[in-house]
């Protein structure tokens, strides 16, 4: 037993680890990707830009710019409609998306295969041609495009996540609660916000704040069906002579919210965790 022992300490503890040396290099180089960007974005929206443009030069530190957001023209209403849009997008798409994942992982009908690939389809499909389509339906039933537009497109696409998302949320979690509710007398509605409701709860937050951060983000389709509405990513996409300092301020304030409900939502999960 002794020389058996002192085999097994012999070997390595874990051989992948030596043969794929590049993956965690790999891992930094992506997160370093990911991050150096928005690094810059938070770092230089309190640089002192002397023609209130965007400039590179480091010429000083200055809260100024954060003092005077809605001074810019038209940049603060392109803001707030993006926020606005984004809010009602995610909440509809969450009250929509709820039930239907419910239905999709929980129960069997005719159709359903056809409805899980309209889904995936929906998440796979380009935006240009998305925006395309969109612009063509609504044209075709005589529908103006603007805020209204935008907002159908936007919960269009985001159901598709809210739905994928939930339903990863109930895959692991079984019908024994509901079954056991049941044989105690609760009624179907009861179980549900007693008990499916609050299981899916983490899963309808982060539904809700992917949602939040698609609509927002969105430029492409957005700019198909915006007509004469003109939202945060296409006010700053429409700046021609340099983009002002505001815009950095504006990035930094929605990355530092999302950043901030993503970890309130991890502490809240780890303090009331289900299973």
């Known amino acids: 037993m002794t020389a058996a022992n002192q085999l097994v300490s012999e070997l390595p503890l874990n051989p992948r680890a030596r043969r794929r040396p590049l993956l965690p290099i790999i891992y930094w180089v992506v997160v370093a990707i990911t991050l150096v960007p928005i690094a810059v974005m938070v770092v230089y929206s ?12 480091w010429h000083g530190f200055t809260l100024n710019y954060y003092a005077h957001l809605a001074d810019l023209s038209g940049l603060w209403q392109a803001f707030v409609l993006s926020i606005v849009i984004a809010i009602a997008s995610g909440l ?3 009250i929509v998306g709820t039930p239907l994942a419910l239905a999709l992982e929980r129960h069997r009908f005719w159709g359903k295969r056809l409805l899980t690939g309209i889904l995936f389809v929906d998440i796979a499909a380009p935006s240009i041609v998305v925006g395309a389509a969109a612009l063509s339906f609504f044209l075709s039933i005589g529908l103006h495009t603007g805020v209204t537009t935008i907002l159908l497109v936007h919960v269009t696409f985001n159901i598709a996540y809210v739905v994928v998302t939930l339903r990863a949320r109930l895959s692991g979690v079984g019908t024994a609660l509901e079954q056991a509710a049941a044989d105690l007398g609760a009624s179907p509605v009861n179980a549900f916000f007693r008990i499916t409701l609050p299981i899916m709860m983490p899963g309808i937050v982060a539904s809700f704040m992917l949602a939040l951060a698609m609509s927002i983000d969105d430029y492409v389709i957005t700019s198909f069906v915006a007509g004469s509405a003109t939202t945060f990513p296409l006010f700053v996409y429409g700046v021609k002579t340099g983009l002002p300092p505001q815009v950095l301020c504006m990035g930094t304030i929605i990355f530092a919210v999302g950043l901030l409900l993503a970890l309130l939502n991890g502490a809240l999960n780890r303090r009331r965790p289900v299973g």
Do not use: D, G, K, L
């Open 92 to 94: 509809i798409s969450v």
């Open 46 to 57: 309190f640089n002192t830009a002397p023609n209130h443009r965007i400039t590179y030069v």
